[in-house]
Each structure stands twice: as structure tokens, then as C-alpha cells.
């Protein structure tokens, strides 16, 4: 097999046997993070995964990352909304949420997505050695370069776009920060760039954070000694969010060219 193919499968290995960590904490209760790590090595799988979906086991290992993903994302919301009520001093208000939010651990656990993300990762060595002996790993490297040229250039003219969509940026940015993180070597973006894409993405989340807290208000009439403040600090995040947009521009000065 070559190269790639060996980084990829022992990337996949770990962050197998990660997944397979974080649903032991989160079935013990060990600590607070194990949602919020279970999330991140779905995100990382998904990065890995993302630029070769062309290849059906690819796909489907994507997809069922994807899955899981989704319905993990309500409960970490939950748990990050139940952290910040703590944080600023509204324990009962936290305490509401506790209850819902572990039943939220348990469905998790005991979902259909958890099991079929588990079901392709058995499946996933052998397709791999499938794949290898037919020759369908043959520029896989141009692949993903390609790839990560094209959410370059994209996420370059969503920048420069007046009417930009914050929530969109979000997303462009994730996707180019965990796909150069997950293949630096194919990335082409110096390590001061991917630094810029982090902080981009953390003013961006802070911003989102609020808004989303802010957005529960009338289904969750509880939140209202909350309100003012999370207001506050939404106009301040949006702000922060547009200061890290800017400095973006300067390593993304032009689209680049073809994929």
C-alpha cells in the first residue's frame, strides 16, 4: 500500500480506538469533555474522509461520522448553554437542563448512528485492502490537494463577498482548518494561516454561542435574567468575529486559481 493509504488507516485506527474512549467517559460520567472529545474526533474522521468520498467505503464511513454528528450536535449545545449558566451564576437554571442532558448521553449511546458508525469502522480495513489491490488509491494525493485548494478559494471570495453570512464563513473556515490539519502535508498554508483560520473559528463560535442562547429565549423563558448580558456580549463577539475575518484577508489575498 502506499504511503498515504498506510497515514490514513493508522489515522483512522487511533481515532477509532478515541471514539471508542470517549463512549466509555460518557457512559461512566468520568468528566464534562467526553461529548465535546467524541465531537472532535468526528470532526477529524470526517476531514480525513472528506476529499476521498469519491471511493464508496470513504463515503459511507463519512456519512455515517456525519450521522452521528448530527444528533450529537442538540446535546452539545445543551451542555455548553448548562457550563455558561454555572459559569455565570445561575446554578438552578443549570440544573434544569442536567436531567434532559443525560438522557441526551444515553441516547446517544445507545443510537443507531453510533452503531453503524462502529459497523463501518470494522468494515473499513478490509475495504481499504480492496481498494489497494484494484489500484483505487491511485492519485489520491492530487485528490486531496485539489480539494483543499477549492475550500481555499471559496472560503477567499465568501471573504470578500459584502453581504457575507457569518454562519457560512463558520463553516467554510472549519472545513479548511480541520482538512489541513487532518493533511498539512497537501495543505499549502503556512502554520501562521492555519493559526489565523483557529482564532477565526473561535470568535466565529463565541459569536454563534450567544446567538444561540439568545435564540432559546422564548421556547426557554427561565433564560430571561440572561438576556441582557448574552446581548451584550453578542454585539462584542460580532465585533471580535469581523476582526479576525479581516485578518484573514491577508492570507487569503487572492482566490487561487483552479483546484
Known amino acids: 500500500m502506499s504511503v498515504m493509504l498506510n497515514d490514513l488507516q493508522a489515522q483512522v485506527l487511533a481515532l477509532e480506538v478515541r471514539l471508542y474512549a470517549c463512549c466509555a467517559r460518557l457512559q461512566a460520567q468520568t468528566d ?136 457560512r464563513l463558520r463553516l467554510l473556515i472549519k472545513r479548511l482548518r480541520y482538512g489541513a490539519e487532518a493533511y498539512p502535508q497537501y495543505a499549502e498554508l503556512p502554520a501562521q494561516a492555519i493559526a489565523a483560520l483557529r482564532g477565526a473559528q473561535s470568535a466565529l463560535g463565541d459569536w454563534h454561542d450567544h446567538l444561540q442562547w439568545l435564540a432559546r429565549l422564548p421556547a426557554e423563558p427561565d433564560l430571561a435574567p440572561c438576556a441582557a448580558d ?18 484573514l484577508l491577508g492570507y487569503f489575498p487572492v482566490a487561487p486559481n483552479g483546484c
Open 32 to 167: 464534562a469533555e467526553a461529548l465535546h472529545d467524541l465531537r472532535i474526533a468526528l470532526r477529524k474522521l470526517r476531514s480525513l474522509l472528506r476529499p476521498l468520498r469519491r471511493q464508496a467505503p470513504c463515503a459511507q464511513l463519512e456519512q455515517a461520522a456525519a450521522a452521528l454528528g448530527r444528533l450529537s450536535g442538540p446535546w452539545r449545545d445543551l451542555e455548553v448553554l448548562a457550563g455558561e449558566l454555572r459559569q455565570q451564576g445561575h446554578p438552578l437554571l443549570a440544573r434544569r437542563r442536567q436531567a434532559p442532558l443525560l438522557q441526551g448521553y444515553r441516547d446517544v449511546l445507545g443510537s443507531e448512528a453510533l452503531q453503524q458508525l462502529f459497523e463501518a469502522l470494522d468494515d473499513w480495513p478490509a475495504s481499504c485492502r480492496e481498494m489497494a489491490q484494484a489500484g483505487q488509491w491511485r492519485g489520491g494525493g492530487k485528490r486531496i490537494r485539489r480539494h483543499l485548494r477549492a475550500q481555499a478559494r471559496r472560503l477567499a471570495e465568501a471573504l470578500r463577498d459584502p453581504a457575507h453570512d457569518r454562519h
Open 230 to 247: 448574552w446581548q451584550r456580549r453578542l454585539e462584542r463577539a460580532e465585533v471580535q468575529a469581523d476582526v479576525a475575518l479581516q485578518a
